[in-house]
């Protein structure tokens, strides 16, 4: 009896695409990869979600996700504007405080994609 092998190959294939892409996807970002003052943006949320960083700090945000995503100040006063997936932006904070900020794209309501940056 003969059989055909095409479907098993077909099938191992796919499986071999599925697991290599859920590897390499930027959403399987490691937190001991993660540059040192660094937000990523995945899953529709800011990780970490507070960060406190010493005065004169950049703070770089990475967005990890296949969504456009922003990280900006509730009070406007700074804006990382639109970022595409894989998009680093930094914003520099030279002065002590606590800074609460968005995604304009995934926040409604007071509720979502929303973070902090304790200024020390």
Known sequence: MKTNSLPIVIL??????????????TKNIKAASVPPNTVIM???????NVITVPR???VVWQNAED?????TANDKSWNT?????????GI???K?????????????????????????
Not at 67 to 71: P, S
Not at 98 to 106: F, Q
């Open 67 to 71: 969504r456009v995503h922003t990280a």
């Open 12 to 25: 191992t294939a796919f499986l071999l695409i599925v697991s290599i892409s859920a590897c390499t996807s």
């Open 96 to 120: 002590p405080g606590t800074y609460p900020y968005h995604c304009t794209h995934h926040t409604m309501l007071g509720v979502g994609m929303t973070g902090t940056v304790i200024v020390q």
């Open 42 to 48: 995945a899953d529709t949320k800011f990780t970490p």
């Open 56 to 58: 004169g700090t950049t």
């Open 81 to 89: 504007g639109d970022m595409k997936i894989g998009e680093r932006k």
């Open 92 to 94: 520099t904070f030279d």
